[in-house]
C-alpha cells in the first residue's frame, strides 16, 4: 500500500507499505503500516479483510464531472458547443424531474463507486432537485461530494436558465440545506462565462463572500472558440482567467475545469491566486478541445487534480484518466513521472478541493476512504504487473491498462461499499 505525504515535487516519493494493513475505526483511519509492528494493535473482535497481492491506495478523488450527463457518454458532435446543444442541455432538462434525479444520482453513485472514486466534485444542473438527489445518493453510502447548483442565465435552452436572482436564492437555501450535513459539501456553480451574465457572476460572487468555506466550480478555456465568445461577451476583461478574477471568484476552494488553452499569464495567475484546475484528458480527447500542458501546471507549482469529466469524458475510471493524462502529456512533448499522475488521482485532487486534511491519504487521522487494486486483474496486467521493476512502474501499468476491472474494492468511511469477484 502507498500514499502520499504531500506533492512529490516536494515531499518527494510516497510513502511505501510492501506489507501493509489498514486499521478502520468509526470511519477514520487509526493506524497504517506494516502488518508485523500493527497486528498486536488490532483489537481481537475486528473484522479483518486480507487482500494478498494487492495495492492499497487512497481513494480516488474526481475533481470534474456532471452526473447528469451519464446518459449522454459517446454522443458524436463537432466539439463541445455542438454536444452542448444536440446532447447535453438536452438531457440536464430531465434532471427538472425529481424521480429521474434520484434514479441519475444513484446510477451515477454506483458507477464512481465500482471505479474506485470516493469523492467527486460534481455538476449538478439548475434544478435545485437535482442538487437534493445527488447528496441523498451520496449520503446513503456515507460518500464525501461536494457538488451545486449550476448558475446559467444566458446562451442555452429556456428550460435550463435560471435569473441572477433566483440563482442566488435557490443557491442559498441549498447551501443551508446541505453544506456540512455529514459528508455533504457546497460548490457554487456558474456553468461557465458564457453561460452567466455579469450579474450571474456577481450573485456568485455575493454567495461566496457570505459562505467563504464552500467551493467555487466553473469551466474555463475549453476551446479557442469560447474564450473568443467570453472577449465578445467581457470586452472590458483582461481574458478569461481575469472575468473570473474580476468577480471575486478565483483563489483557493476554486476548481476551474479544463484550462486547455491558458496564456502564460493565465498559468502565473492560478499559482498567485491558488486557484486549482481540474486537468479531463478523455474529454478533451473525445471532443477535440486541445492537449492541456501538465508540463506547464506542475512548472508553475498550480494545483492540479483529474477529472473525468463524464459526460463529455469517456470514462468513469481514474485509472483510465490518469492513463489519458499521461497521453496527452505525450501529445506536447512530456513525460510524467507516473507517481505525479498518481498524486493528482489522490491527494493532488483532495488539495485542489481543499480537503487534504480529511481525505486523499491513508496517514493516520485521515477518513477511511480507500481503494484495493488489483494489478492482475486482466490477463495484460498480469503479465505485465510480473515485470514490473519498481512500484512506480507498477503504478505507470495499471494507469495505462487498468480500469474498474483492476478495482477489487471500494471502501467508504471504512465500509466496503464495492466489492468485485475475482
Ligand atoms: N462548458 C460548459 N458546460 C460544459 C459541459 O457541460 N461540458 C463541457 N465539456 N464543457 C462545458
Ligand atoms: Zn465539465
Known amino acids: 500500500m502507498f500514499w502520499f505525504d504531500g506533492d ?4 518527494g516519493p510516497p ?3 510492501s ?5 478502520c475505526q468509526d470511519g477514520r483511519i487509526v493506524a497504517s503500516g506494516p502488518w508485523t509492528e500493527l497486528y498486536q494493535r488490532i483489537p481481537a473482535d475486528a473484522v479483518v479483510h486480507p487482500y494478498p497481492g494487492h495495492v492499497i491506495t487512497a481513494g480516488f478523488v474526481d475533481t470534474h464531472t456532471h452526473y447528469p450527463q451519464t446518459n449522454v457518454m459517446a454522443r458524436q458532435a463537432d466539439g463541445v458547443t455542438d454536444w452542448l446543444n444536440r446532447h447535453a442541455y438536452a438531457e440536464e432538462a430531465r434532471f427538472a424531474s425529481p424521480d429521474y434525479a434520484a434514479t441519475g444520482a444513484e446510477t451515477f453513485r454506483d458507477e464512481m463507486l465500482r471505479n474506485g472514486t470516493t469523492t467527486a466534485l460534481v455538476f449538478a444542473t439548475s434544478h435545485p432537485a437535482s442538487v437534493d438527489a445527488m447528496f441523498a445518493a451520496a449520503a446513503d453510502r456515507n460518500m464525501r461530494i461536494v457538488a451545486g447548483k449550476v448558475l446559467m442565465d444566458r446562451e442555452a435552452p429556456a428550460g435550463l436558465l435560471d435569473t441572477a436572482e433566483r440563482g442566488y ?3 442559498a437555501a441549498l447551501i443551508d440545506r446541505w453544506h456540512g450535513q455529514g459528508r455533504a459539501g457546497y460548490a457554487i456553480t456558474p456553468r461557465f462565462a458564457p453561460a452567466c451574465s455579469p450579474a450571474a457572476l456577481d450573485a456568485a460572487a455575493t454567495l461566496r463572500r457570505e459562505h467563504p468555506d464552500v467551493l467555487v466550480h466553473t469551466h474555463i478555456a475549453e476551446t479557442e472558440s469560447e474564450i473568443a465568445r467570453v472577449h465578445e461577451l467581457f470586452p472590458q476583461h483582461d481574458g478569461y482567467f481575469d472575468v473570473y478574477h474580476h468577480h471575486g471568484l478565483t483563489g483557493p476552494g476554486t476548481v476551474l475545469a479544463h484550462a486547455v488553452h491558458l496564456t502564460e499569464d493565465e498559468w502565473a495567475a492560478c499559482r498567485d491566486t491558488g486557484t486549482a484546475i481540474a486537468h479531463c484528458p478523455t474529454s478533451n480527447l ?6 492541456f500542458d501538465l508540463r506547464t501546471a506542475t512548472a508553475h507549482a498550480v494545483t492540479v487534480g483529474l477529472g473525468t469529466d463524464v459526460g463529455a469524458g469517456t470514462s468513469f475510471s481514474p485509472l483510465v484518466t490518469a492513463g489519458a493524462a499521461h497521453q496527452v502529456a505525450r501529445l506536447r512533448g512530456w513525460t510524467p513521472d507516473p507517481l505525479r499522475l498518481w498524486y493528482l488521482a489522490t491527494r493532488g485532487g483532495a488539495r485542489a478541493l481543499r480537503l487534504d486534511d480529511r481525505i486523499g491519504s491513508l496517514a493516520e487521522g485521515h477518513e477511511a476512504d480507500l481503494v484495493v487494486l488489483d494489478p492482475k486483474a486482466t490477463p495484460a496486467l498480469a503479465r505485465r504487473a510480473d515485470r514490473a521493476e519498481c512500484l512506480a512502474d507498477l503504478l505507470f501499468a495499471l494507469a495505462v491498462l487498468g480500469d474498474d476491472r483492476a478495482v477489487r474494492a471500494t ?12
Open 169 to 171: 436564492r435557490e443557491s
Open 411 to 422: 471502501y467508504v468511511a471504512g465500509q466496503r461499499v464495492h466489492h468485485r469477484l475475482p
Open 15 to 17: 510513502v511505501w507499505v
Open 19 to 23: 506489507d501493509g494493513v489498514v486499521v
Open 286 to 291: 473525445f471532443l477535440g478541445s486541445g492537449l
Open 8 to 11: 512529490p515535487e516536494q515531499t
